[in-house]
């Protein structure tokens, strides 16, 4: 935090005043923010309008951790000296933190204006400009930042992150490499090397951004990297890798095996997991209950907390301990719900050293974490021992690589027959659908889809996926079925704003039918069941198919059509049929799912045939105790070692 004073913009102080002021700064500077902060307090109802005693105060407050009170009398300060630079890019870089970007940008405008070509400024107003959307004005600021200092490395990291998030991958991976080989660090040749598409181009740009994966993880291999912080190096994970249809065990594999070389700190072991006695360890575990801990970035109104509140409130509490870990995150209904009915609920810190330290003191005998792959923190996380037991679970449903992670629990309905091939951790095969989930229910009178600016006459079909699981696959077949039914409308969903990348990679494959495709923007909880209530037919991406969505339309009898992958990440909805021993709308290939989509879509009498069998099967799927038992078991039984040859 810049704390420079203005040359002489008030009168001059009486001494004592001074001398408190000057005592402040030399607080300040030993890191004695709280007293630095109490002394200027005292000082200032003398001298209320003195900017340089605000701005203290101001900067004391802040490096305290009380950034929103410190930032208003930095604001204060600005405001009573508005030529002050300091004050202008401190609280330019305040507003930033807060995640206050549209107030952030304004000011770092401002500040820039005081001092034209501030590296850091113009840093802070592109990184503003990206986190916006306006990925072009924020990539321009960064290449004249460059070209002012090309010596910078983390100039060009900012560049790749903008690019990459622009689809402009071999551009991202070339700044990638010359960040690094400026010495930006070790961490910076994987994030080249995860380098992937979010709304994939074409087949061959899938396939050939996991060739680039792979040569780049190995060459990474052979240089013997160091990363001493793989959280803040990196800061990813290979999450789009599970969106391509193919098999990632041998990336996630070799990615894991990466990380174990270049950042020994992951391989953390707890104290209470290196004893090695482990019949004294079951002996004393006997007649007591098992302690479990539940980890992940995402215990609140997200879909993996949605998923797992079933869970955690019906786990029996006579065999088990349920602790919960919560990192930093919205104090929203849900995770007050989770804390509330929770044995212990701890909160961790989003580092990666102290987190390991809380949930080892907590002497677990089994870790689960409920998603692995969609944060960065608990990928890395999981990499440590921190339990003698250490499971996920489909949150994310793509194998690890991880060794350290021991089950993976799986609904059998989803599996393929080859399923155990699939995965580095053992994958364990239950029953049910495996989440206790309720039956959603929504208010009279419902929202129809004209509420959402949709045709009322026609067929809605529906697909309100997240769209980088849209596999290049599939376009076909949504030209297809829009070809086929020409009363149709096709609608998708978009909070994320990556519609106009899809809409781009449609076009030329359905010049006729584009009319008829929708971008409806991020929709509310109960809009978005209203919607789902609502449609004719749900469309089912090819290769990654729904979780949560298929649940809640299948819940109000909205037939779902799918054609099954060849992972279990392609299988929900099949598996969810199947416990219903329901199968009209499951497809044997690509031109039945069109068949199938276009009959039931413009078949009233079908389509309501299928509605009623899917509302009256359809309980097995929701509140489902035998699902939970069999959790229980598999929690409790042994566990076999890996066979040989298992990923180490």
Not at 291 to 315: C, K, W
Not at 515 to 532: K, Q, V
């Amino acid at each position: 935090m810049m704390r420079e004073p203005p040359a002489c913009s008030h009168a001059p102080l009486m001494p004592s005043i001074q001398e408190s002021l000057t005592t402040a700064e030399q607080l300040y500077a030993a890191h004695r923010f709280e007293d630095a902060a109490r002394l200027v307090r005292a000082v200032l109802p003398l001298v209320p309008d003195h900017a340089v005693a605000r701005h203290l105060l101001g900067t004391a407050l802040c490096a305290a951790g009380r950034v929103e009170q410190g930032l208003g009398h930095i604001t204060a300060a600005l405001l009573l000296d508005p030529g002050q630079p300091a004050y202008a890019v401190n609280r330019a870089v305040l507003l930033q933190a807060c995640g206050q970007r549209a107030m952030a940008e304004r000011a770092h405008r401002r500040a820039l204006r005081l001092r034209p070509g501030d590296g850091r400024l113009l840093d802070g107003l592109g990184t503003c400009l990206g986190e916006l959307g306006h990925s072009d004005e924020a990539l321009g600021l960064l290449r004249y930042r460059a070209a002012l200092t090309p010596e910078v490395g983390d100039v060009y990291r900012k560049i790749a992150i903008l690019q990459q998030r622009t689809g402009r991958l071999a551009e991202a991976r070339q700044a990638y490499r010359r960040a690094w080989r400026l010495g930006g660090g070790d961490g910076l040749l994987l994030r080249e090397a995860l380098s992937l598409p979010v709304i994939p181009r074409s087949l061959a740009e899938i396939q050939e951004s996991r060739a680039r994966c792979a040569a780049v993880l190995e060459e990474a291999r052979g240089l013997g990297l160091r990363i001493a912080d793989p959280l803040r190096e990196v800061g990813v994970t290979s999450f789009f890798l599970s969106y391509h249809g193919l098999d990632d065990r041998g990336l996630n594999v070799e990615l894991a095996r990466l990380y174990r070389q270049a950042c020994p700190s992951l391989l953390y072991t707890a104290p209470h997991c290196r004893e090695p006695d482990a019949s004294a360890r079951r002996q004393e575990m006997a007649g007591r209950r098992l302690r479990i801990g539940f980890v992940s970035d995402h215990f609140h109104a997200h879909t993996i907390g949605m998923l797992n509140q079933g869970l955690v409130e019906r786990l029996s509490r006579d065999r088990f301990e349920v602790v919960l870990f919560f990192t930093p995150g919205p104090e929203d209904d849900l995770r007050r719900h989770l804390k509330a009915v929770a044995d212990q609920a701890i909160d961790v810190p989003a580092t990666l050293e102290e987190a390991r330290r809380i949930i080892a003191d907590a002497r677990l005998d089994i870790l689960y974490y409920t998603d692995i792959g969609m944060s960065p923190f608990t990928y890395f996380l999981a990499f440590a021992r921190l339990a003698p037991l250490q499971c996920l679970s489909w949150g994310h449903p793509d194998t690890t690589g991880i060794p350290t992670l021991d089950l993976f629990l799986s609904c059998d309905a989803m599996e393929p027959e080859d399923g155990e091939a699939q995965y580095s951790e053992r994958l364990v095969r239950l029953p049910g659908p495996t989440v206790h989930y309720r039956r959603p229910v929504l208010p009279e009178p419902r929202k129809t889809r004209s509420a959402f600016g949709l045709p009322s006459e026609g067929t809605l079909y529906l697909c309100p996926q997240s769209l980088f699981k849209l596999h290049p696959d599939y376009d076909p077949v949504l030209v297809d079925i829009l070809r086929r039914d020409p009363g149709g409308t096709l609608a998708f969903v978009d909070p994320r704003e990556q519609g106009q990348a899809l809409l781009e990679r449609l076009a030329p494959k359905g010049p006729d039918v584009a009319g008829r495709i929708r971008l409806l923007p991020g929709l509310g909880a109960m809009d978005f069941l209203a919607l789902t209530a609502d449609a004719d037919v749900m469309l089912d991406p090819f290769h990654y198919s729904g979780g949560k969505t298929t649940l809640e339309a299948l819940a109000f009898g909205t037939p779902v059509v799918t054609w099954p992958g060849a992972f279990m990440r392609g299988r929900h909805t099949l598996g969810f049929y199947r416990l219903m021993d329901l199968y009209d709308c499951v497809a044997r290939d690509p031109d039945d799912y069109v068949y199938r989509a276009v009959r039931l879509g413009t078949d009233p009498q079908l389509r309501a045939l299928v509605r009623a069998r899917i509302l009256q099967r359809s309980g097995v799927l929701f509140e489902n105790t035998d699902t939970v038992r069999a959790l229980e078991a598999a929690l409790c039984a042994p566990v076999p070692p890996q066979p040989a040859g298992a990923d180490a």
